[in-house]
């Protein structure tokens, strides 16, 4: 059925028609263009009198007799002597009743719901709610909702399950951990940790974990046996922990030190807030960021003044920005966002960063002092940063400096060859451009003669070779900064460079931030509250940990 627009003409020149020879009630609503009761277009086209469109007519009725049905259902109602009534909204969904879900449709239903329960952080008790239940009798009357019991079962179940597939995806790999602590409204203690890995893929992987109830005193010692049953109960080795990040906590901070002896990475989020709240405290500064306040705070309240304000700034020329309090702030924001991520490494930007934060506040002297304890007492971050192809070149340190952090670099990576294999082993296993073999004198040469003179010498010194990849390494050009470090060693620096890669993806795994085992308590009020904790306390750690799982 094809439709078309009115043509153009005014409305006051024409008007629709309807020849009296056509007996049909359909034609109340059709007719055709006329000037003075005159038709003055061809009659393969009528008009509806109701909306001026213009339908193709055939010298039947079927087109109009469709129109007014699809589009006027009231006057096709009338046309058909039967009044048009619009279906309730209750009765087109409306489901028969008499035969029961199968067991194929519940089992997918009870699925989606506790999908529901567990990424969304329902508390359990949402399946006794009475609205929910009317809710779930609207959608679908047959469905049978579980009890509290069934759902808690199921979702130990699918805890177990997806502990399992971590279990198996990390086994065997280098990874960082981050930590919280966090107390419930019934006082109630949870300790969780988050792994965090890079896979053959190059891809930064976080997981929960375990989220654990900590019964005793949050004592260092307990802190640290907590944290050594979670990691037993997943099967990482204490060795493969390359280091945990934290809050400043003591209790926290000797647990990781003193009682796993693990390297400890101080939370720089918490850090740069202690350092802002601590430089914002000097009375030379706070007395002014004081009366800056009170003058936003007046600016703020009075419409009248702020439009003055922007007048003025008008006049003199400047830039008509509202005031706000934390311009000079706005580096330690960015810099705090910018290393809270858990999608690429983070690790590897702090110490450049802090080296940008100290020359945009213009602190030279304290720039220095940063610099000559750098290298004692961040050799983990330095290590972190030379390995990300972003600030391989360490500019923030001095020659000397940098030449400390490639020694480390290459004394771990001997250590690492000496126990893997040497290096002309491992630089076997390097991707090759090959050629299918030719069955000529050549191949047959090359069968005769491979192992005795292709060989490398076996008083060839793994560290010459080493070496030299890393100078290879050293002399490329950084990439930008807002590159994702991981595509440049999946794409390209993993083939070049295959020694030092395999310290990248050891390394770079490290988070700079605890914000992702923070994220699990973030919520966490939406499953463990009063009214939740009532229900089996089964399911409440591993609800904590499903709902953070991707």
Known sequence: MAESAEPNSTAAEKAILTPQNLKSHVWKYFGFWSVGCKIVEPRDKVVCKLCKIQLAYHSTTNNMRSHLKNVHLNEHGIMCGTPAKQSRLDTYFALPTTSSLSATQQEAITEKLISFICKDMRPISVVDGSGFREFCQAMEPRYHIPSRGTVTNRIVEVYNSTSNKIKESIKDKDVALTTDGWTSLVTVSYVTATAHWINDD??????????????????????????????????????????????????????????????????????????????????????????????????????????????????????????????????????????????????????????????????????????????????????????????????YLKEEQRRQVQVAILEEMKQVNVAGG?????????????????????????????????????????????????????????????????????????????????????????????????????????????????????????????????
């Open 202 to 395: 190059w891809e930064m992987l976080n997981d929960v974990l375990k989220t654990k109830e900590l019964k005793v005193s949050h004592t260092a010692e307990n802190v640290g046996d907590c944290i050594q049953e979670i990691l037993d109960v997943i099967g990482i080795e204490r060795g493969s922990v390359i280091a945990i990040t934290m809050d400043n906590a003591p209790n926290y901070v000797n647990a990781v030190e003193r009682h796993l002896q693990t390297v400890n990475i101080p939370c720089v989020a918490h850090t740069i807030n202690l350092a802002v709240r601590k430089g914002l405290g000097v009375r030379a500064i706070e007395i002014p960021v004081s009366r800056l306040k009170v003058a936003i705070s007046h600016f703020s309240k009075s419409s009248a003044d702020s439009y003055l304000l922007q007048q003025k700034q008008q006049l003199l020329g400047l830039e008509t920005e509202k005031l706000i309090n934390d311009w000079v702030l706005k580096p330690f924001k960015v810099a705090t966002e910018a290393l809270s991520t858990a999608k690429y490494p983070t690790a590897s930007a702090v110490l450049p960063l802090i080296h940008v934060l100290l020359a945009q506040l213009n602190k030279q002297r304290s720039s220095q002092i940063l610099r000559s304890v750098i290298v004692w007492k961040f050799m983990l971050l330095n290590k972190v940063s030379y390995l990300d192809p972003r600030f391989h070149r360490l500019v």
């Open 422 to 550: 040497t290096g002309s082993e491992a630089a076997a296993g390097q991707p090759r451009d090959q050629q299918p073999a030719e069955k000529t004198v050549l191949s047959a040469m090359g069968c005769l003669f491979e192992d005795m003179y292709c060989m490398d010498s076996p008083d060839q010194d793994i560290s010459l070779l080493l070496q030299k990849e890393m100078l290879m390494y050293e002399q490329e050009s950084p990439i930008p900064a807002q590159q994702n470090p991981l595509m440049w060693w999946k794409t390209l620096g993993s083939w070049r460079y295959l020694h030092v890669a395999q310290m990248s993806k050891k390394y770079l795994s490290i988070p700079r931030s605890s914000v992702r085992s923070e994220c699990v308590f973030s919520s966490t009020g939406n499953i463990v509250n009063i009214k939740a904790t009532s229900s089996d306390e089964r399911a409440l750690a591993p609800g904590l940990t499903t709902t953070r799982w991707p």
